[in-house]
């Protein structure tokens, strides 16, 4: 199980740090993404660290802005979040891939199966 936390609400100019942590299983071979949905809006990609955390990939809107990173021995993944705005509005939610051993940057949902349960991150104006 994939649980998320560390969601909340902030001002525009603010941060957060999310965590993900897993429990039962191991994601220390895994690639982790973190995705976001906006309501109404389909769900879209941030950012993801391959299984070593040697690698990463992020979406043009949140470069420069927000940092992934892993603790291989706490099982967790990490999503710093800085100089948020309001359009960084979502429900949070951080997914493992499907294969071992795999990075691929190109953040396509269909490669992650192993989905926890979301975060809200509200960022006022």
């Known amino acids: 199980q994939l649980v998320e936390s560390g969601g909340g609400l902030v001002q525009a100019g603010g941060s957060l740090r999310l965590s993900c942590a897993a429990s039962g299983r191991s994601i220390s071979n895994y690639a982790i993404g973190w995705f976001r949905q906006a309501p109404g809006k389909e769900r879209e990609f941030a950012a993801a660290?391959?299984?070593?955390?040697?690698?990463?990939a992020y979406a043009d809107s949140v470069k420069g802005r927000f940092t992934i990173s892993r603790d291989n021995a706490e099982n967790t993944v990490f999503l710093q979040m800085n100089s948020l705005k309001p359009e960084d509005t979502a429900v949070y939610y951080c997914a493992a891939d499907r294969e071992r051993w795999r990075f691929d940057s190109s953040g396509s949902l269909g490669q992650y199966d192993y989905w926890g349960q979301g975060t809200q991150v509200t960022v006022s104006s």
């Open positions: 660290i391959s299984w070593s955390g040697n690698s990463r």
